[in-house]
């Protein structure tokens, strides 16, 4: 299998003007993937489509492919307010591709997940591990997976989880939930439930394979 060589988008300048690249293994600037740096001529108005300047950017990847640059932004926002006494949280997840030609950003896919409101125990994250670029079906479109934890809930039990992969504007999803240990060689959870009928074949074997390596929620 093919990876699509992930870039740091500080120098996504240089990456937009070179021909797709592609190496077999993930370069150790992976993980440094510009966090929290969004490229020049994009805004979180653009990334979360509310018409606010505001939130957190966690997550910036780029990539080339066939068609030229692409860029992958995970950012949130969050809110807490007061409701009959309670504190309420809430909070929502967003993940937005844009193609990128001639220094121009143009949306490819938006992804929002919301937990809101909540007045329990709101556990709202994106599992860092979990991103990755891969081109399993080898042709000019890199396939961006991920996946997350958005969850309320005042017992402990297994947190809501769901992991996407998305290849141009298509979405593939497993949704269920981490896997809880209960104690004594008991877990619960880590399930899920696939959506990939119309996905190319090894998609879903892939998907099963990072969803297992982040079982636990991490």
């Known amino acids: 299998m093919k990876l699509i060589r992930l870039v740091s988008a500080l120098i996504l300048a240089s990456v937009l003007v070179a021909t797709p690249a592609f190496a077999d293994d993930i370069p150790e600037t992976f993980q440094n993937d510009a966090p929290g740096v969004l490229p020049a001529g994009l805004t979180l108005k653009d990334v979360t489509g509310t018409g606010k300047d505001e939130g957190k950017v966690e997550r910036v990847v ?3 492919e066939g068609d030229g ?5 995970f950012a949130s926002t969050e809110k807490e307010g007061q409701r009959g006494g309670e504190t309420w949280y809430s909070k929502v997840l967003y993940v937005t591709t844009f193609h ?11 992804v929002k997940e919301a937990v809101q409101p909540c007045n329990l125990d709101m556990t709202v994250r994106f599992i860092d591990g979990s991103i990755g670029l891969t081109n399993i079906d080898g042709n000019d479109k890199g396939e961006l997976t991920f996946a997350y934890i958005a969850n309320c809930a005042g017992d402990v039990s297994p947190l809501g989880m769901k992991l996407l992969m998305l290849e141009g504007n298509a ?10 240990d209960l104690g004594g060689g008991v877990t619960e959870g880590g399930t899920f439930k696939p959506d990939f009928k119309k996905a190319p074949r090894g998609f879903l074997e892939h998907a099963t394979k990072v969803w297992n390596r982040h079982i636990d929620g991490r």
């Open 62 to 64: 780029s990539w080339n």
């Open 69 to 73: 640059g692409h860029v992958a932004v």
């Open 171 to 180: 979405k593939y999803a497993l949704r269920g939930g981490s896997r809880v």
């Open 100 to 110: 990128v030609r001639d220094g121009k950003f143009t949306k490819v896919r938006a």
